[in-house]
């Protein structure tokens, strides 16, 4: 089970953190992820990490901006969010999944696990 938290409403410029806490499951075999999805759009890519937390990885969108990391003895995956913009305004979902390859890293279709949601708004 997932739990993402972090949810607020931020003026652009600002920064943000979420946090998705894993429960019940070794969370470092586990690659992790974010995603988002704004209304009427389709889920989205934001950024991955692998097992152990070496390797990452962004949608150009938020490269340069936000930063993904565990802490796996805690289980759990931070997403920090810099420099926010209005576009960046959606609801954001933690994903993770044991078995999903590199190459399938950016494909919602592919993690097994999700969280709720937490809803991140930016004005401008």
């Known amino acids: 089970q997932l739990q993402a938290s972090g949810r607020g409403l931020v003026q652009a410029g600002d920064s943000l953190r979420l946090s998705c806490a894993a429960s019940?499951?070794?969370?470092?075999?586990?690659?992790a992820a974010w995603f988002r999805q704004a209304p009427g759009k389709e889920r989205q890519f934001v950024a991955v990490?692998?097992?152990?937390?070496?390797?990452?990885d962004y949608a150009d969108s938020v490269k340069g901006r936000f930063t993904i990391s565990r802490d796996n003895a805690k289980n759990t995956v931070f997403l920090q969010m810099n420099t926010l913009k209005p576009e960046d305004t959606a609801v954001y979902y933690c994903?993770?999944?044991?078995?999903?390859?590199?190459?399938?890293?950016?494909?919602?279709?592919?993690?097994?696990?999700w969280g709720q949601g937490t809803q991140v708004t930016v004005s401008s």
């Open positions: 994903a993770a999944d044991a078995s999903i390859i590199w190459s399938s890293r950016t494909l919602a279709a592919k993690y097994a696990y």
């Open positions: 019940g499951r070794s969370f470092s075999n586990y690659v």
């Open positions: 990490i692998i097992r152990y937390g070496g390797s990452t």
